[in-house]
């Protein structure tokens, strides 16, 4: 059997770098061979007709041009190494170096060698650019709009003006074992907010998953998200669902003006940030976007208002009318209009059966049947609201634990 080639173990370092990424600079790239001839080779000049150089060049999607190569560095250790020009620019190359602790093949970091001069780490990411194009074919199969155009040109083209909100918007989910549907819904609300992450933070809090699979989807396949700045993650110990102590705790850690509970089943739609700060400028004390099934607990009320009533109300059953409650107190306190009524375009959902709204919460024979639950809450709600009592859980401390998880410095142009 030959010995491979020199120029073949070159490709094999460089092979995994091809395909598409999210870069952090240049937004969408493709990386792809170059076969022949030199990095910058003048117009004009004759290929040579020597065996391919392992050279990958680096192209922006969005203005279809190049904008730099990968290539290996021999020494004592071999090197790959991105050397990257601005579209047009006389500057010298930007180079940066592969960190081969800290990539994958999904996520490459390459961190700068002359960093004072050329700025911070880029970022290459290739998992979330995944999750996005098979959320969208799977809600598109089932009969769901993924609304993406607008979002995607701004994921394309990293240069584009970010547009602002005239409120800074926290999106809470809470999940627990919802990965076969926070998989499919969290990338496309992560693109809506996309255009919008100087005023909106996507909070998401998983209260103890035992699926193996949610916790490992937020961290490494939505982690150019965490990375821009987008999106925050926090992870919980908790042994069962209960959808006030959960929402509760993705509440609690966002800090923006305008607080939207978003379950981990709801996709939001390409106008829906625009729109809640519309309702809240018109007036609204608390904004309901409830039109079909799934979607009765998209609500948004300020946050000053939802602490002061300390949120959902934690002492009763782990389901059932926990949303209708929150609502008639917020409006209660008298500071505005109930903006309730969606549409089909910004109140989505992927339903779930009567069987999965109850299936993580704390065994017990009535919750087989969720009309005892709810019948049961919507008693103990009514009392407590003729009794005038708008805040709850009052005296009692927040649980669960939270952990943060961080992955380093915002990197890219601010």
């Known amino acids: 059997m030959a010995e491979p080639s020199p ?8 092979e995994k770098l091809q395909g598409r990424f999210c870069s952090s600079t240049w937004g969408l790239v493709q990386v792809r061979r170059k076969e022949n001839g030199e990095p910058g080779q003048a117009k004009g000049r004759k290929k040579a007709p020597c065996r391919a150089r392992a050279v990958l060049e680096v192209w922006e999607e969005e203005r279809r041009c190049r904008v730099g190569f990968v290539r290996l560095v ?12 601005p ?3 006389c500057e010298a190359p930007g180079v940066w170096s592969l960190d081969p602790e800290c990539s994958t093949t999904d996520h490459v970091r390459w961190v700068p060698d002359q960093p004072a001069k050329k700025g911070g780490t880029e970022i290459w990411d290739g998992a979330f650019l995944k999750s996005i194009e098979k959320a969208a074919l799977w809600v598109i199969q089932h009969g769901l709009l993924p609304q993406l155009d607008e979002a995607w040109r701004y994921l394309r083209d990293v240069k584009a003006v970010r547009r602002s909100l005239p409120y800074t918007v926290g999106l809470c989910t809470a999940t627990m074992n919802r990965f076969w549907q926070i998989r499919r819904a969290l990338p496309l609300t992560l693109m809506h907010a996309w255009p919008y992450r ?32 987008l999106l925050c993650v926090y992870r919980a110990k908790e042994e069962f669902w209960h959808a006030s102590v959960g929402k509760n705790t993705a509440h609690r850690v966002a800090d923006e003006d305008i607080l939207v509970n978003v379950d981990s089943d709801n996709l939001i739609g390409a106008e829906f940030l625009q729109d809640v700060c519309k309702r809240f400028e018109e007036g609204a004390a608390v904004a309901q976007y409830e039109h079909g099934q799934g979607t009765c607990g998209r609500i948004a009320a300020k946050r000053v208002d939802f602490m002061e009533i300390r949120g959902y109300d934690e002492d009763a059953w782990p389901m059932g009318c926990q949303d209708t409650d929150l609502v008639l107190r917020l409006k209660s306190l008298g500071r505005g209009t109930h903006s309730k009524g969606g549409c089909r375009a910004l109140s989505q959902a992927i339903l779930n059966s009567q069987a999965q709204k109850v299936e993580h919460c704390k065994p017990d024979a009535d919750l087989r049947r969720l009309a005892s639950p709810l019948a049961r809450n919507a008693e103990i709600f009514d ?3 003729r009794e005038g009592k708008l805040v709850r859980n009052d005296g009692k401390a927040p649980h669960p634990t939270l952990y943060w998880f961080s992955v380093g410095p915002r990197v890219g142009p601010e």
């Open 74 to 85: 021999k020494g004592d250790l071999p090197r790959i190494q991105l050397a990257c020009t």
């Open 198 to 229: 100087g005023s909106c933070k996507v909070h998401v809090v998983d209260l103890g998953s035992k699926d193996n699979n949610t916790f490992s989807f937020l961290v490494n396949s939505c982690r150019f998200a965490m990375e821009a700045g």
């Open 383 to 385: 009392r407590r609201r």
């Open 87 to 89: 579209s047009g620019s």
């Open 7 to 14: 120029e073949s173990e070159d490709w094999a370092l460089l």
